[in-house]
């Protein structure tokens, strides 16, 4: 993490970083069940110093409007991979509206005030789909282009886009990498046009002992909130030191609406809840 008042470099502010970075997985072993112990005893978190986020006066997503967008034709083409989507849109609408979004109404603002959201739609885009490696700046292209030939809902200050990648494709971000570096990130484009991306986890450091489902929600928990409580990275809720609020608890968990969602950092307790 950042451990000056300097803004902190791109990579450090936006990811889910990895757990354990281990050897990467068959994707036969991805949907296998290994248990929670990983989580639990590895390294834990290291904080610069102790946690506080600090609000900075830019936007905040009050009233969180989902689209995901599955980029790949395994996703229209492969019953696991169809499933799986499915899967993360139920996800989305029970997260939204659940109590995890009312946790973070700690951190509304004077006519910003956090609220629950709704899954706004879905789309498998299989042109373009990268096939081994994608850079940020090109997940930033497609998204413009997607959204002005009306492939995707125009964008306001509420709308935030998932893009999940297929297994075996390598995202390249602020000069790191996915499965090397870290597990997923949000960003935006020129201050607007909020979108996090959801690499496949097919590592064992993104994986974290976990079904590649569970992994996913807990990497898309992580990056939900953030977006929500600092969709400019840095310009809204943020810690110098330690980051966002889902950096501050990387790799701890709980069940929310019968989903693994990532433990949240909370100014009032002062603690992850």
């Not at 970083?17 to 248990?35: R, Y």
């Not at 000069?175 to 570096?181: L, P």
Request: net charge positive; hydrophobic share 35%.
């Amino acid at each position: 993490m950042a451990t000056n008042k300097k803004h902190p470099a791109h990579e450090t502010i936006r990811v889910v970083p990895l757990h354990q970075p281990k050897v990467e997985v068959a994707l036969e072993d991805l949907s296998k069940e290994t248990g929670d112990s990983e989580l639990f005893t590895g390294k834990p978190h290291k904080l610069a110093a102790p946690p506080k986020l600090v609000y900075n006066g830019g936007p905040l997503i009050t009233n969180t409007k989902v689209f995901t967008i599955f980029w790949g034709k395994d996703w229209s083409s492969v019953p696991s991979y169809v499933s799986l989507a499915s899967k993360l849109n139920a996800f989305f609408k029970a997260i939204l509206a659940s109590s995890l979004m009312d946790q973070l109404s700690e951190y509304s603002k004077p006519g910003k005030k956090i609220g629950h959201g709704s899954l706004i739609g879905t789309k498998v885009i299989t042109a373009g789909a990268p096939s081994s490696v994608i850079h940020d700046s090109q997940i930033q292209t497609a998204l413009k282009k997607w959204i002005t030939a009306g492939t995707l809902p125009a964008w306001d200050a509420n709308t935030l886009y998932f893009i999940y990648l297929e297994n075996g494709v390598k995202v390249i971000m602020g000069g790191s990498s996915s499965c090397s570096s870290f597990c997923g990130y949000h960003d935006c484009i020129q201050g607007k046009k909020y979108y996090a991306v959801m690499p496949f986890p097919s590592c064992a450091g993104c994986l974290g002992g976990a079904s590649a489902f569970d992994a996913l929600t807990g990497t898309s928990s992580h990056e939900l909130c953030e977006a929500i409580t600092d969709p400019v990275p840095g310009k809204g809720w943020y810690d110098n030191n330690n980051g966002e609020i889902g950096d501050i608890c990387a790799w701890k968990f709980k069940t929310v609406a019968g989903y693994r969602v990532q433990l949240e950092w909370s100014n009032k307790q002062k603690a992850c809840i």
